[in-house]
């Protein structure tokens, strides 16, 4: 009982202190690389540009007004584990962004070549979201209203929904500043999708694992003690020599069947080993069951 609390304890922690750092790594991006250049992927932060050029109201504000209204949105439609993390991140944000505001003024691109700017303004916030979709939380503001397009409608695809939900703000960028502002902002939407997409494949990975072995104990008891999942073994024989194994597979992530692999050498265990990558597992024990 004392080992479950602290497990779901650290947890806890884990998952706030990845929000914390993820959501630093895109106040970077979007206050020092998005801001001074006008770029307008999106988002609340693309619509905080907008507001800022149009109204005397800075963007660091009407990103903590909006991102408040959202939140309201996503505590009815996602509900009030959702509400709580994207609530802390969307406060983080705020923060930092007025942070940054105050202490390190921009009256300027920073490094003066749009291109290099735009990687980062891409990269940065790209790679955060995705480590927020990851642990069930979010930025606030327009991911908020792309989650409920995913959970409501048959698009399954964060990276599609979210392109769909901010292509508006590119729209809207080529009145507000110009067409070249719109057509870097279009590509930044289109290479932040694709980004997005790519970090959550490779945070989803896991190994679809086929083991063929003379003795199934040591390695089953490994996966189900050790690495605390599940495994199925069948009798199985040898086309070549026709002598009798076992057939074992196992679903782990990447660290976990770097384990397993470890175990087998170290154990010195007759056995044959398959791993195929796979993103799309369903089942008790995995975050996107």
Known sequence: MEHNKREKIMAYVSQYAIITLSITIMSVGVYFFKFPNNF???GVT?????????TPLSAAAFSSWANMILLVVGLIFLG???AMTTGYASVVMSAELMFLEKFFPMHGSLSNQPMLDLLFAIALPA??????????ASSGGTDVIALIVE?????????VALFLTDLFMVVAACFVFNLYTALYSFVGLT???????AVLERIKMCKAILIICDDKDPICNFVMRKLVRGATYTPCFGAYTD????MIYTTLTNREAGQLQEFIHKENLNAFISM???????????NHA
């Open 40 to 42: 307008v992927f999106g």
């Open 46 to 54: 693309g619509a905080a540009a907008l507001v800022a050029k149009l």
């Open 80 to 82: 009030k584990k959702f």
């Open 127 to 136: 790679i955060a979201s995705a480590l927020l979709f990851n642990v069930g």
């Open 151 to 159: 959970k409501y409608t048959h698009i399954h695809s964060i990276a």
């Open 191 to 197: 290479v932040k999708s694709l980004v997005i997409d």
């Open 243 to 246: 002598k009798p194994h076992y």
């Open 276 to 286: 195929l990558s796979t993103t799309e597992v369903f089942g008790k024990g995995f």
